[in-house]
């Protein structure tokens, strides 16, 4: 592809004075029509001229019209080229007004001040949209001789994310992709054109319209479109063995992870999007912009993104804390690619060490705090019970009280699904951490709160990575039982709604995100398998291994009898009251639990669990089986 031709600012602004001089005088001609009176106001022209040639090139510049590169010229441009152009006559016709008043010249006639803007709209904006079109004209690639071996595309979407793909694809033309038609569900739509290229049907006329303009390959362009349509999609195009991708999703893109014009495979995170709900981004931005944030466990997947997101709002500082110096280095330069001006210190610490949290904290000086960092794979802690209380414990109780001794004003803590009433370490030592933080909302009246969702696809350890790599070894995929559910939501989806319940948080809520219906394990399986080009039970098989005893098929987000409150967000809930540990207990057991890891006596934690924990039954959990899904 030919790079843009870019036609240096002088030029533009030589092209100025000369249409300054085509402006003002062509004004005069219009309103006298060369007759006696031309000649009898050209004084006052000569002096509007010299005014206008000193003045406008000045106020051109404060509107940024030299400082652009005119061959991406849009919409938002033309706007600025009418302020400029307005600001400019507005202090032309100030000066010419004072000019008359000292008698430097005899008459002048007022209607060649709105000519003159009227003209000057359309010179200066007519010379940078020349500009545009040129580097269009120049920058296209040429059309390929043999038009049979372009590949027809359907695109799904006719909106502003449909009409960048559509263009793309119009000015790239080595791709061999020919745009032949929209589907959108938008009845007023139907029969228009974009770009030349017409809207022919709905997302329901999709087999009828892949088989009559004879479709190779299939866009979905619509980044807000809920699973259900992307799984219609992708379903009817396997069927009939025709291409299918997609552009990221909405909670993608406000990750600044991709470029809304990327299109990728489609996977399991798109087969499961939800309708993203009314966003209420004014109360992220009165929480983060501007201040110092820290993440723990920015390595993580969780806390990579948070991460991301939280530096589109333009935090003084990103302070990234991790114990993984390879995972902290990576995540880092991915946020420098994306967010150059940003300032981030990345810092390697272990939560457990008190002193180095000490340290940090004094040296930072952190305004916001969102706790990520646990050890959270379930089979592994239930072998490593010590690691997981010393880690998720005792690193929140550090990490809490050097809060609330450094006046941190706001702390969220992302938690789990697991640690209502849990049946594993992890939850276990999830829920004492939850403890610990709305006791110390409770003790300071500070916006502390909990943030509790279920399963995220994707993340390190979860059930999409093993899965595929099962797959990917030929099978079997293995699962302890058919009718086992787990909610699951995308990362990205995630991190948005801990950053809106963070916000939110007045202290010591428990919020619980709305993870929409549980899924089947064994669909969810299913779906891996077809997108990977390959059919369940014929090429991968999937096998059961039997559920455990104590083991749950389904989850719960709330305590049961627990009643919640709705938000201002949709997607969010606030626990209304549950029951947890006051001071002194909780104190008592957090260091029952720190003596007895210390020991490595693995029984007295988890008779230590069910005793103080509301409806724990961790001693129900069986021996870990680490291939097994559950």
Known sequence: MKSRPNIKNRYVLLGDMFFIFVSILGSYALRFELGPLFFQYLPSAYWMLGASIFIKPLIYYYFGLY????????????????????????????????????????????????????????????????????????????????????????????????????????????????????????????NQQIYGVPVIGTVNDLSTVLDQYKIDEVIIAIPSAPGRVVRLVADICRVKNIS????????????????????REVDITDLLRRQPAHMHDELIGATISGKIVLVSGAGGSIGKELCRQIARWGPSDLIMVGHGEN?????????????????????????????????????????????TAAHKHVPLMELNSEEAVTNNILGTKNLVDICVKNNVERLVMISTDKAIRPKNVMGATKRIAEMLVLQAAKRTGKPYCVV?????????????????????????????HPDMKRYFMTIPEAVYLVLQSGSMGKGGETFVLNMGDQIRIVDLAEDLIRLSGLEPGRDIEIVFTGSRPGEKLSEDLWDEGFTFNRTVHPDIYHLASQENLNGIELDVIVEKL???????????????FDEHIPGAQVRLTPPEDLTSIN
């Open 327 to 371: 995972s902290v280095f990576e995540a880092l330069l991915d946020l420098k690619k994306s967010f150059q001006g940003l300032s981030i210190t990345p810092v390697i610490a272990d939560m457990r060490d008190r002193n180095r949290l000490n340290i940090i904290f004094e040296r930072y000086r952190p305004q916001v705090v969102f706790h």
């Open 452 to 480: 509790r969702f279920g399963n995220v696809l994707g993340s390190r350890g979860s059930v999409v990575p093993v899965f595929k790599s099962q797959i990917a070894s030929g099978g079997p995929i293995t699962i302890t």
């Open 244 to 263: 299918f991708r997609t552009m990221p999703g909405i909670y993608e893109l406000l990750g600044g992870t991709v470029s809304v014009s990327r299109l």
């Open 594 to 608: 720190m003596e007895l890891a210390h020991n490595g006596d693995i029984s007295g934690i988890i008779s230590a």
């Open 67 to 190: 400082r652009r590169m005119w061959m991406y010229a849009s919409v938002q441009e033309l706007r600025i080229i009418i302020v400029a152009v307005t600001a400019a006559s507005a202090i032309i016709s100030a000066v010419m007004v004072s000019f008359l008043s000292l008698e430097l010249f005899t008459g002048f006639p007022r209607a060649v001040l709105v000519i003159d803007w009227l003209l000057s709209i359309l010179l200066v904006g007519g010379l940078r949209f020349s500009l545009r079109m040129i580097s269009d004209a120049r920058s296209s690639s040429p059309i390929p001789k043999n038009l049979e071996k372009l590949r027809r595309v359907l695109i799904v979407g006719a909106g502003d994310a449909g009409a960048l793909v559509v263009r793309e694809l119009q000015k790239n033309s080595q791709m061999n992709f020919s745009p032949v038609g929209f589907l959108d569900d938008n009845p007023a739509k139907l």
